[in-house]
């Protein structure tokens, strides 16, 4: 199997940490973590320069992976705003009779679209690079506000996203799917406009109600665990399959 490189943010860790759990894996794919000027204090981090160069040296072949952006639904919505809202994903969506304010779809859709502005270090890895890239899902949001609540007290994070998480609180789990569902959409669309295929989600990190199902949480607010990580391992060694596939056949 051709090799594939991954680079990311927090995301990555899922990844990096399933690896670390399989010694054959980890020779077929490689992950780096982007280094940024918010978080100084990370070790063993690359620059967006290192980046671009190791995208550009990959031989023929292999395939590019990218865990960045699809986080704006925690800037947005972790914590409580206000009164209950709602918004329709879809036409075919039902609205919810407990909120109190409707929110139109094309104004959370153009709040995601304006945070994807930060996605310019994608766009110079598309450049640099002469394989396939693609981007990776973020986790769906955990079901579990309690859990996600009592981890920011126990860590005594009294604030976040410019909120007091006390007062505040976290915002109800059929409001924090929407905006997932909706942020992953546009998501996509801005990829695919940009030559970077979309993975979606692994199909079996979903509990039956669409949430990161209970075993692939890690101990935080937002972020999946190494068995989860797996679950994008596997997804990552298929498009490679299918790739060498397609260059066989072609």
């Known amino acids: 199997m051709s090799s594939a490189l991954v680079i990311g943010l927090s995301h990555s860790a899922a990844i990096s940490d399933a690896l670390d759990l399989s ?82 779809h094309r104004a ?14 994608l766009e110079k890895i598309r450049a640099a690079s002469n394989n396939p890239v693609f981007l990776l899902s973020a986790p769906p949001p955990k079901e579990n506000s309690s859990f996600m609540l009592d981890y920011l007290m126990r860590r005594g994070i009294g604030e976040k996203y410019g909120k007091s998480v ?24 801005w990829a695919q406009a940009r030559g970077i295929q979309f993975l979606p989600a692994p199909e079996k990190s979903f509990n039956s109600l669409g949430f990161l199902a209970r075993k ?5 607010a937002t972020h999946a665990n190494a068995a989860y990580g797996a679950l994008v391992v596997e997804q990552i060694h ?13």
């Open 166 to 189: 006390q007062a505040a609180g976290i915002e109800r789990p059929e409001s924090r799917l929407k905006m997932w569902t909706l942020e992953s959409r546009v998501t996509a669309e």
């Open 23 to 104: 010694a054959a894996d980890s020779e077929r794919i490689v992950v780096k973590r982007l280094g940024s000027k918010n978080r100084p204090y990370e070790r063993n981090t690359i620059s967006i320069d290192d980046a671009l160069g190791m995208v550009a040296d990959l031989p023929c072949g292999s395939a590019v992976f990218l865990a960045m952006l699809g986080t704006g639904h925690n800037l947005l919505g972790l914590l409580r705003s206000g009164p209950h809202f709602d918004f329709l994903v879809s036409a075919h969506d039902v609205p919810d009779p407990v909120a109190r304010e409707r929110v139109p």
């Open 108 to 121: 959370i859709a153009y709040a995601f679209a304006e945070y994807l502005e930060t996605g310019g270090p």
């Open 216 to 220: 692939f949480y890690a101990d935080d």
């Open 238 to 250: 298929s498009v490679m399959r299918e790739l060498s596939r397609v260059k066989v056949d072609g």
